[in-house]
Nanobody
């Protein structure tokens, strides 16, 4: 299993970024996927999950209405569109593979190396 995040960077408050997660080594369309983030010294924060077929999408209250998760099973890729970014969104962002087709918080078994998002005030 390999998960490679990309798309992070430095953006001003109120700006937008689109993260991508390229997956390989497993049948992508069979598994739920998730996004999470971590700030140094703090625990992993789950942000959003999407069912294997995209039929169910879930968000943490912190990002509901600002972030949009999506996936393209033909391209083995998941995305996170992040709008209205705030300084508190600064973190290392990870994509994670679920263990089944339904996105369940805490139910993941692999994750990538992460991509850094920095929001300046």
């Amino acid at each position: 299993v390999q998960l490679v995040e990309s798309g992070g960077g430095l953006v001003q408050t109120g700006g937008s970024l689109r993260l991508s997660c390229a997956a390989s080594g497993f049948t992508f369309s069979n598994y739920a996927m998730h996004w999470a983030r971590q700030v140094p010294g703090k625990g992993l924060e789950w942000l959003s999950g999407i069912n294997s077929d995209g039929s169910g999408i879930y968000y943490d209250d912190r990002v509901q209405g600002r972030f949009t998760i999506s996936r393209d099973n033909a391209k083995n890729t998941m995305y996170l569109q992040m709008n209205s970014l705030k300084p508190e969104d600064t973190a290392l962002y990870y994509c994670m593979k679920g263990t089944g087709g339904r996105a369940t918080i805490g139910d993941h078994d692999y994750w990538g190396q992460g991509t850094q998002v920095t929001v300046s005030s």
